[in-house]
């Protein structure tokens, strides 16, 4: 089965920028809503950011709205998830997921494909 890759993930001061990457070459990306999650250690993954299929429509957590923005770029096959202002709290290993079977919304069981994950600290 093919999975969205993530990448760009790593070690960053509060108050820095992150911007992650989410690819694949078996994944039609320009035809799925798109999504971002993240799990802290001893907590459940919980939604970030998603996008539709047209780039038209975008979601956001409460508490990365105004900070981190979601993107895709269909020419590249691949789906962004730019991250200001981090904090301490944003440190995560991040997950990128396609809804292949078109649903939409935040659930973890809207989106069907999963990537391994890309961790990111956040040091005070």
């Known amino acids: 089965q093919v999975h969205p890759v993530e990448s760009g993930g790593g070690l960053v001061q509060a108050g820095g920028s992150l911007r992650l990457s989410c690819a694949a070459s078996?994944?039609?990306?320009?035809?799925?809503?798109m999504g971002w999650f993240r799990q802290a250690p001893g907590k459940d993954r919980e939604f970030v950011a998603a996008?539709?299929?047209?780039?038209?429509?975008?979601d956001y957590a409460d508490s990365v709205k105004g900070r981190f923005t979601i993107s895709k770029d269909n020419l590249k096959n691949t789906v962004y998830l730019q991250m200001n202002s981090l904090n301490t709290e944003d440190t995560a290993t991040y997950y990128c997921?396609?809804?292949?079977?078109?649903?939409?919304?935040?659930?973890?069981?809207?989106?069907?494909?999963w990537g391994q994950g890309t961790q990111v600290t956040v040091s005070s």
């Open positions: 997921a396609a809804a292949v079977g078109g649903r939409w919304g935040r659930r973890i069981a809207d989106f069907d494909s």
């Open positions: 078996g994944l039609h990306f320009p035809v799925y809503n």
């Open positions: 996008i539709n299929w047209a780039s038209t429509v975008t």
